[in-house]
């Protein structure tokens, strides 16, 4: 399974971008996708779940609100869009797949097996 995480950028505090990945390979052992994110100097962090159907989205509370997680069946893709982003949300951003199931969202880093490279998100204050 390989997954490609693309879209960060620069942006104002206030603005807004859309992060994509594209998951490959052998998909069918993925039950769930995921969006981690890792600021300078600090540990990894989940920001937001949503199962392999696209249902049942789950966001960490400093996202929540604000962030929007999104499934597209068709070409195997996953979005994270971002609004009103903050200083605070400067960090690289990573996409992950994990092939567990039975539990509603996984949000701790070693229950996912996939990992993409990350996308560097910068907010300007």
């Known amino acids: 399974v390989q997954l490609q995480a693309s879209g960060g950028g620069l942006v104002q505090t206030g603005g807004s971008l859309r992060l994509s990945c594209v998951v490959s390979?052998?998909?069918?052992?993925?039950?769930?996708l995921g969006w981690f994110r890792q600021a300078p100097g600090k540990e990894r962090e989940f920001v937001a779940y949503i199962n392999w159907s696209g249902r049942r989205p789950y966001y960490a509370d400093s996202v929540k609100g604000r962030f929007t997680i999104s499934r597209d069946g068709t070409n195997n893709s996953m979005y994270l869009r971002m609004n009103s982003l903050k200083f605070e949300d400067t960090a690289t951003y990573y996409c992950?797949?994990?092939?567990?199931?039975?539990?509603?969202?996984?949000?701790?880093?070693?229950?996912?097996?996939?990992w993409g490279q990350g996308t560097l998100v910068t907010v300007s204050s």
């Open positions: 390979g052998s998909i069918f052992n993925i039950n769930g």
């Open positions: 992950a797949g994990t092939s567990l199931t039975g539990t509603y969202y996984y949000t701790r880093s070693q229950d996912y097996d996939y």
